[in-house]
């Protein structure tokens, strides 16, 4: 298996003797660089005791160090290392799972070649995983991701510690740039590093079952000799805090614990970055990134004291604090809004406001049915809603989509279908 192994064209007693030697080689460079105070507490299990390592904290490139000091094991790595110069083809040597976080099949290849190598009896050897999957700051243990976990096998825990006076190795979304980061690191004399190998972590029947049970308590064992509490963010708010700062907003507008809540709602990375979170960024304040009633009442068109207006933002804002937050636009929008924007709640309203059965409906019928939504005047509506003529026909499809495009319209229909509808 290993000779066959599409990363290694040697035998394997030549990758092996390789694979020693340049992790020797860049032991010693990291030597030369200042790192000639590595501590390491604990003892690395062997493949058979634990056919894998979880590393945390994950926060640099200098991380390296620990991969070579651990004797090169196979990486789980983005594809893009394939193109790093020098360091991609060292990395080859190691025989690693690449994976490109993208694409959902080359996701489920990772998982299932990790189970493959981790459950064999052909002599692989460990696979690494950072299963934080991005770099954070230290100060706390993101969410893993269940990868490493799925195999069901035994996980030895590596901690990772950097007690310097100057943090001169952290290379996050927002911080200084990979050649700054190496430039600051190798102006300091010496540079601390510290490994601590954990027990192995056996999983029970529970958490074999539940890859993501797993994931968590060894997560807890791991933030308890960190010394760090544990926050539910991960790569996908990562993605998103860079998203919201090219839509104009504050980057900490994405730290929303957005695994958790594409569990619970069901949605797509793909569909939380463009449809909800650039919807989100139409309506909200640029300088801090939320959403209050004033602005609102601007992107529906609405005033700003309709007690209709208020009554949507008050269930959007569960925590009566005056602003809605990207989370509570969300939380929102998925169990207020949405709700309402069904087939069947579409055909009734717009049966209702096509008053005189024409087939369609014009912005006198949609006037009407807001001002008995409202309990009072629409004059200081911004109409027309629909984007069209006073006398033109709005069809259902252009309806539809309306109330699609902006969902908190379907809130204030629903009261109008609910509370009124004309005498038969």
């Known amino acids: 298996s290993f000779k066959n192994s599409p990363n290694c064209q040697f035998s394997k007693e030549s990758c092996r003797t390789l694979r020693a030697i340049i992790s020797q080689i860049m032991v010693w460079l990291f030597y030369c660089s200042g790192f000639n105070k590595v501590k390491v507490k604990g003892r690395q299990a062997t493949a058979r005791e634990a056919p894998i390592l979880a590393l945390a904290s994950h926060s640099t490139f200098y991380d390296a160090l620990v991969v070579v000091f651990l004797g090169s094991p196979s990486i ?54 950072f299963p934080e999957g991005t770099c954070s700051n230290r100060k706390a243990l993101i969410t893993f991701k269940p990868g490493a976990f799925y195999p069901g096998v035994a996980v030895q825990p590596v901690c990772i510690k950097y007690p310097n006076r100057l943090d001169t190795l952290s290379w996050t979304w927002d911080g200084p740039g990979a050649m700054k980061i190496l430039w600051y690191t190798m ?25 993501k049970i797993f994931a968590e308590n060894v997560r807890l064992e791991m933030a308890k000799c960190l010394e760090v509490p544990v926050v539910n963010y991960s790569f996908e708010d990562c993605r998103l805090m860079l998203k919201a700062t090219k839509l104009g ?37 640029k300088k801090d990134g939320v959403i209050r009633q004033e602005g609102l009442a601007s992107y529906l068109e609405i005033p700003v004291n309709n007690p209709c207006l208020m009554q949507v933002f008050k269930a959007y804002d569960q925590d009566c604090k005056g602003f809605i937050s990207f989370k509570k636009f969300i939380v929102g929008r998925m169990s207020v809004s949405l ?8 055909e009734a309203t717009f049966e209702l406001l096509d008053r005189g059965k024409k087939g ?57 279908r609910q509370s009124y ?4």
Do not use: H
Request: charged share 25%; net charge negative.
């Open 187 to 211: 102006t300091q004399f010496v540079t601390y590093a510290e490994i601590e190998f954990l027990p192995p972590y056996v999983p029970s029947e529970e958490e074999i079952r539940d890859p």
């Open 360 to 416: 369609y409906i014009n912005l006198e019928d949609v006037t009407y049915a807001l001002e008995k939504s409202f309990a009072g005047s629409t004059s200081s509506l911004k109409l027309p809603l629909f984007g069209v003529k006073e006398d033109s026909k709005i069809t259902y499809g252009d309806f539809a989509s309306t109330v699609n495009e902006k969902p908190e319209y379907a809130k204030f229909f629903e009261i109008f």
């Open 249 to 285: 907003l504050p980057s900490e507008v994405g730290l929303i614990g957005a695994a958790n809540l594409k569990t619970k709602y069901g949605f797509d990375q793909k569909e939380l970055e463009t449809t909800i979170l650039e919807s989100f960024a139409k309506i909200a304040d």
């Open 339 to 346: 709700p309402a924007i069904t087939e069947q709640n579409l």
């Open 76 to 129: 789980v790595a983005k594809e893009e290392v394939k193109k790093v110069p020098f360091f991609g083809k060292l990395i080859n040597f190691t025989q690693p799972i690449y994976v490109e976080r993208e694409d959902p099949n080359s996701r489920a290849n990772t998982i299932k070649e990790m189970v493959r190598r981790a459950t064999s009896e052909d002599p692989w050897q460990q696979i690494l995983i």
């Open 421 to 424: 509808a004309p005498a038969s």
